[in-house]
């Protein structure tokens, strides 16, 4: 029994003392290592998402690296949201007739149609990955028919954003502070103008950052003496101020989503802000995981995305099994826009054949007829 109970001990600490891989070893390293310094592989031999931060890395400047790779203190929620999606086992069926199943993936999101229940989260910036902008993410997005989230400090604005824009493409614009102001109802005016079909609300973000790795390269931290108001009132008044519907990024507790409810809001997207704002702050998947145990009518009362951590199909469905019903990604488009429009449409691409794939190989015949069966929600704590 001493043996046993000492063992164990060793066993834990050597398993919790692992390497942390922000890339799997998929082999890329063998097969690419060897080319020049700045050079990008051809994009035909990009396995997977994870292969687009490392041939990211080998051509960005690091500041730009910094920028898209950088989260909270010690970067432990960042770690969490990529780690968690494995601490838990699916249960596959077989004998079921999948062969159909790449053809439900098309779903609405409060309307619109869309390929697949995918989106592009907002990000910042994209101009530092390629001299196009986001012209590259509008576009890719375009070119499959799926949701892109341009954030409000995109390098391009948003009327020119929205001028890319493909025939008929649908884009949520998302904003970070909101204040019951005239600033405010201009901005509302022009997102409107623009033609999104609704505004995307990032609540998360409301003190300012403890971003360590970017504080090494003199990013600016934000002013420790100023802090956003953002209340359920001021929800309640931010809506008198536009037509459009105001989904909110960044609920984090089944108590928020709850009062999402409560509030009138369409949809909200649980998020941790990428792990980018609060170190300790839950994953997604986690939170989905809280709502489907204590409140999971939330599910079928609004609408309910979730970005963070994602970069396989198996994720996404991980996350479906639970109710929600998009899933966004952000730095896997950022760094596969250094290959510009085609890297961002190849991205999507390889994810939606993820998606289905994996949905076969589980033994689901139709992607909306997921649920939590599939999934075995006791965490594996080895990991």
């Known amino acids: 029994m001493r043996f046993s109970t000492v063992f164990l001990s060793f066993l834990s600490v050597a398993l919790a003392a692992r390497p942390f891989l922000n890339e799997p070893d998929t082999g890329i390293e063998e097969v690419f290592g060897s080319l020049p310094a700045g050079t990008l592989p051809e994009l035909s031999l990009i396995a997977g998402l994870p292969d687009f931060e490392w041939a990211a890395k080998r051509v960005l400047h690091p500041f730009s690296y910094m920028h898209f790779r950088n989260g909270a203190s010690g970067e432990y929620s960042y770690r969490n949201n990529l780690e968690i999606f494995h601490r838990y086992r699916f249960r596959p069926r077989v004998m079921q007739d999948v062969t159909n199943v790449a053809s439900t993936l098309p779903i609405t999101l409060l309307g619109h149609n869309f390929s697949a229940p995918i989106f592009i989260s907002p990000c910042a910036r994209a101009g530092l990955a390629h ?72 609540v998360d973000a409301v003190s300012p950052r403890n971003r360590q790795r970017s504080g090494r390269f003199g990013f600016d931290q934000g002013d420790y003496s100023s802090y956003d108001l953002a209340t359920w009132d001021t929800y309640k008044q931010l809506q008198t101020m536009t037509s459009l519907p105001i989904v909110l990024k960044g609920i984090m507790s089944v108590e928020d989503a709850r009062a999402a409810v409560a509030a009138g809001v369409p949809a909200i997207i649980l998020s941790n802000h990428g792990g980018r704002q609060l170190d300790g702050a839950p994953s997604p998947l986690e939170v989905a995981l809280e709502i489907h145990e204590k409140s999971p009518e939330v599910f079928t009362q609004i609408e309910v995305y979730a970005d963070g951590g994602v ?54 015949p139709d992607l909306k007829a997921i649920n939590a069966s599939y999934v075995n929600w006791t965490p594996d704590l080895r990991l």
Not at 145 to 168: H, V
Not at 170 to 191: C, E, G, H, W, Y
Not at 340 to 361: F, P, S
């Open 311 to 364: 970069r396989y199909g198996t994720d996404v469905l991980r996350l479906l099994a639970l109710g929600v019903r998009a899933v966004g990604l952000g730095r896997p488009f950022m760094y596969a826009n250094v290959y510009g429009t085609e890297g961002v449409t190849y991205a999507i691409q390889m994810l939606k054949r993820e998606i289905a794939v994996d949905a076969g190989n589980l033994g689901l």
């Open 131 to 202: 001299p196009e902008s986001e012209l590259g993410l509008v576009r890719g997005a375009a070119a499959e028919n799926i949701l892109y989230m341009p954030s409000l400090f995109a390098n391009l604005s948003i009327e020119d954003i929205s001028a890319a824009k493909g025939e008929g493409q649908v884009l949520f614009q998302q904003i970070n502070k909101a204040s019951i102001d005239n600033d405010t109802q201009a901005l509302f005016q022009r997102i409107e103008s623009s033609g999104a079909k609704a505004i995307v609300f990032t």
